[in-house]
């Protein structure tokens, strides 16, 4: 019998700690919850979750520095739930890594109808048995959220990186459109998300060592999508 999904409460409040994790435990999640960075830090060590909640105003940390470094080092969907309503925070806090951002107050049921979202995201039928895509003389470790090119030099993209990633080695020479992005990726469709994409497939780009002036791998089709154009192997 497969584990409940473990989801991690990162707020500084202990009401919102506890009215998340009634509700995430009543729809049969693990939960664990914790009011400072550190020990939330120190937890994860111990024990990776599947899901990351993470507020922004910590009394120990800035959130968003939490965020960044959740999406470099961990493979749990993050989730930022803030009282930050402004779209440049949303904006900066999807940038960072987050995958979704749920802005105070909420409905505990939203939280719950999120958390589910990504982890079918992540664990959707559509994905391939391995872990592994060989592609333009790379290979992309999704189990690892590794990029390894051909001379063995090592490449650590993010979660949020990495679905971006898998869209495109999923439907190599297809054209995928804003529109299919936000259906597959999740999160509100506008001037948010898109910047968003625009960051996570940038970054892509230069991970991969792309010319951004004339990239050959991820190309861009103005007004219509992107279309990754490399041979992809799934091992």
């Given at each position: 019998?497969?584990?409940?999904p473990?989801v991690a409460i990162l707020?500084?409040?202990?009401?919102?700690?506890?009215?998340?994790?009634?509700a995430?435990?009543?729809?049969?999640f693990?939960?664990?919850?914790?009011?400072?960075a550190t020990e939330?830090?120190?937890?994860?060590?111990r024990?990776?979750?599947?899901?990351?909640l993470?507020d922004?105003?910590?009394?120990?940390r800035d959130?968003?520095a939490?965020?960044h470094?959740?999406?470099?080092?961990?493979?749990a969907?993050i989730?930022i739930?803030s009282?930050r309503?402004?779209?440049?925070?949303?904006?900066?806090?999807?940038?960072?890594?987050a995958?979704?951002?749920?802005?105070?107050?909420?409905?505990?049921?939203?939280?719950?109808a999120?958390?589910?979202?990504?982890?079918?995201?992540?664990?959707?039928?559509?994905?391939p048995?391995?872990?592994?895509?060989?592609?333009?003389?790379?290979?992309?470790?999704?189990?690892?959220y590794?990029?390894?090119a051909?001379?063995?030099?090592?490449?650590a993209?993010?979660h949020?990186?990495?679905?971006?990633?898998?869209l495109?080695?999923?439907?190599?020479?297809?054209?995928?459109?804003?529109?299919?992005?936000?259906?597959?990726l999740?999160?509100?469709?506008?001037?948010?998300?898109d910047r968003?994409m625009?960051?996570?497939i940038?970054?892509?780009r230069?991970?991969?060592?792309?010319?951004?002036?004339?990239?050959?791998?991820?190309?861009?089709?103005?007004?219509a999508?992107y279309?990754?154009?490399?041979?992809?192997?799934?091992r």
């Amino acid at each position: 019998m497969s584990r409940a999904p473990l989801v991690a409460i990162l707020d500084d409040e202990p009401e919102i700690r506890r009215m998340l994790a009634l509700a995430l435990e009543e729809a049969g999640f693990q939960t664990t919850a914790f009011g400072r960075a550190t020990e939330f830090e120190a937890a994860l060590k111990r024990r990776a979750p599947d899901v990351c909640l993470v507020d922004l105003g910590l009394p120990d940390r800035d959130g968003l520095a939490v965020v960044h470094r959740l999406a470099l080092e961990s493979g749990a969907a993050i989730i930022i739930v803030s009282g930050r309503a402004q779209v440049q925070d949303r904006v900066t806090g999807l940038e960072l890594g987050a995958d979704d951002y749920i802005i105070k107050p909420f409905d505990p049921a939203e939280v719950v109808a999120r958390v589910r979202a990504r982890l079918r995201k992540g664990r959707g039928e559509s994905q391939p048995a391995t872990q592994t895509a060989h592609f333009s003389g790379w290979t992309a470790h999704f189990d690892r959220y590794l990029l390894v090119a051909c001379d063995g030099a090592e490449v650590a993209f993010s979660h949020a990186e990495g679905e971006v990633l898998r869209l495109f080695l999923e439907s190599p020479r297809r054209l995928i459109s804003r529109a299919q992005m936000q259906e597959s990726l999740g999160g509100a469709a506008g001037e948010s998300f898109d910047r968003a994409m625009d960051v996570r497939i940038s970054r892509l780009r230069t991970k991969l060592g792309e010319d951004p002036r004339n990239p050959t791998l991820i190309k861009t089709i103005y007004g219509a999508g992107y279309i990754f154009l490399g041979e992809v192997e799934w091992r």
